[in-house]
């Protein structure tokens, strides 16, 4: 099983950059428990170049790396329920 | 033309866009941002890529070009035309793309809050890097288009806003409109960027398109008011013609120069006037491509450079005529004191003959220029446009140290006046009026000398003959009067005898 790699695009420590890596870890340790998964963040006001290269306007900015295809999602992820559909992947279980 | 007492205090950058550090006398205020707005095909997009490019090219500041719309690499295709090598600038640091440009292959979900944190640093990671003085939006419409948040992004904007004035780069913020007139942006851009307004437009106006610039307001520093006619031009991109912008502080010279007939010149109290424009004015078969040859070969003749732009005759048939006069035009521009550049109305917009025109009075750098005819670039634009054309090239020609002869044809063959007369008569130093005499079944020419700036000038109306010898002024027509309005009367020698006596004073000299 491929690995699941999620990048996320961060502007520094705003109640919205910590409202989605909340959302994420529950994503990751409830939704995706027992998938191979990582979670890169990337601060574009310390590496704007990241930013520049992945054409990245908005924060924060999901990426879905792999498995293909990638997806983006723009927003604080709002809570968690959909978010797995909104990138395509595979529930470890059904939502509750 | 306009003097204002005291220094603005609010500082301009030159842009370095031909005409438009006129219009805005200086250039855009330095270290704000201004909006450039106008409907689709205005030319916004040109107009930012040139600020940048003149910025590169003319005063070694460097710029970034965040794009919403095109893609960087349509956008360095798309300006290669104009001269504008943006790959080259960006291979030496000079020129940074921050592209947002939409992208067809990645799908977007938006879930929850955002804002343009991203967006941001890159601006101010990219103008950093290249040290950049100038910066470049284009287009809103697109960032407004893609998200829906609207409320969003003009607060996010205003934010951009604010954090590239505190990095003391003039920008260029462009927006659609979807009309001409009326409000000045869409998605209310004019919410966040309230200070400096620049609009293009691009009308049709009696089935032409004319492009003009009006520069809508610039917070607390001073602007030519109203819009200005400009191009676009391969090669050059925006250029804008400043016509009210144009001050009267030509030179005058009280040199004289010869039109190349003693009779003539004679008539004009000795010769024209060196910086002037004289307006010859005639129905068809007058003679005044005649006077315009005349008046060219003895400048060719004295080792003067010369130039003609005619718009009637072709090449042939000019120095064929020339010929006949004993005019050798062909040794005259084989030796490179003559230019005769012959083209029809019809090739180009008026603003480009504008153009066109200048580029070749500077590069030639003439002593005489002469218009074979203005009055047929007349069928080419709307009235207002060639108002303003003539005025352009008048202003330019008189800073030019040149003289200029233009001229006019009237529509009627007896009498009347043409529109290019009404436009240009008082912007004209002088005017010689052509006209056809009816003389007991014979048609006779006259001329006389109606204006004459700064000189004593003969007042009379005389008669004169074409031969093969060129133009010859004979003796006035004593007994005819109603020749300029084409109507009539004639008198009988007995009659001016009378009422020669009835004024005793008057002898009619």
């Known amino acids: ?96 | 033309m306009t003097v204002f007492p005291m220094t603005p205090p609010i500082e301009k950058l030159p842009t370095g866009i031909p005409g438009f550090d006129h219009i805005s006398n200086g250039g855009l205020p330095r270290g704000r941002t201004t909006l450039v707005s106008g409907t689709a095909g205005s030319a916004k997009t040109v107009f930012a890529t040139q600020f940048l490019a003149a910025g590169i090219q003319q005063f070694d500041e460097p710029g970034v070009f965040i794009t919403f719309e095109e893609t960087p690499e349509a956008l360095r295709r798309n300006m290669v035309g104009f001269g504008w090598d943006i790959a080259t600038w960006e291979a030496q640091g000079k020129w940074a793309f921050v592209d947002v440009s939409p992208q067809p292959e990645a799908e977007e979900i938006v879930r929850g809050e955002y804002d343009l944190g991203a967006l941001l640093a890159r601006i101010t990671y990219a103008v950093g890097r290249v040290g950049a003085a100038r910066v470049v939006l284009d287009s809103l419409g697109a960032i407004f288009a893609r998200m829906e948040n609207s409320q969003m992004i003009r607060s996010e904007l205003l934010r951009i806003v604010a954090a590239m004035r505190r990095m003391g780069v003039t920008a260029i913020l462009t927006a659609e409109r979807t009309q001409e007139y009326g409000e000045i942006g869409r998605y209310g851009v004019e919410e966040f960027v309230t200070d400096d307004v620049v609009i293009l437009r691009n009308p049709i106006e009696e089935e032409k398109r004319r492009r003009t610039i009006e520069i809508l307001k610039f917070r607390g520093t001073s602007h030519q008011k109203g819009s200005f006619p400009f191009t676009v031009i391969p090669g050059s991109g925006v250029v804008v013609i400043p016509l009210s912008a144009i001050e009267l502080k030509q030179r005058s010279s009280n040199l004289r120069i010869s039109s190349g007939n003693d009779d003539i010149d004679r008539m004009c109290g000795g010769g024209f006037f060196r910086d002037s424009v004289i307006l010859v004015s005639g129905a068809t078969g007058t003679g005044k491509t005649l006077m315009a040859t005349t008046f060219l070969a003895s400048g060719a003749a004295q080792g003067e450079r010369v130039l003609l732009f005619a718009f009637e005759e072709s090449r042939d048939q000019l120095f064929r005529n020339a010929t006949g006069w004993g005019f050798d035009f062909e040794e005259y521009e084989a030796s490179g004191r003559m230019r005769v550049i012959c083209n029809y109305p019809e090739a180009a917009s008026l603003e480009d003959q504008l153009i066109i025109m200048k580029n070749e009075l500077e590069t030639f750098r003439p002593q005489r220029v002469a218009i074979d005819s203005l009055s047929a670039l007349e069928r080419v634009s709307t009235m207002k446009g060639f108002r303003e054309f003539v005025i352009g090239l008048t202003s330019f020609i008189k800073h030019q140290e040149v003289v200029g002869l233009f001229t006019s044809t009237t529509p009627m063959l007896l009498g009347g006046s043409s529109i290019t007369e009404a436009h240009i008569s008082t912007i004209t130093d002088s005017i010689i009026l052509m006209r056809y005499v009816e003389l007991f079944g014979e048609m006779r020419r006259g001329m006389t000398v109606l204006k004459m700036r700064g000189s004593a000038h003969d007042k009379e109306i005389r008669e004169f003959m074409i031969d093969g010898g060129g133009l010859h002024i004979g003796k006035t027509f004593r007994t005819v009067s109603g020749i300029l309005s084409g109507q009539f009367t004639h008198t009988t020698p007995s009659e001016i005898e009378r009422l020669g006596n009835l004024f005793k004073d008057d002898t009619g000299v």
């Open chain 1, 1 to 96: 099983m491929s690995t699941i790699v999620l990048q996320l695009f961060i502007a520094g420590r705003t109640p919205r950059t910590e409202h989605a890596i909340a959302t994420l870890q529950v994503l990751i340790v409830e939704r995706l428990a027992g998938y191979p998964c990582e979670l890169v963040i990337v601060d574009v006001l310390t590496d704007p170049q990241q930013a520049e290269e992945r054409q990245i306007f908005a924060t924060p900015t999901l990426i879905k790396e792999s498995p293909l295809p990638q997806r983006r999602i723009i927003g604080d992820l709002a809570d968690a329920d959909g978010l797995l559909t909104a990138l395509g992947l595979p529930p470890a279980r059904l939502p509750s």
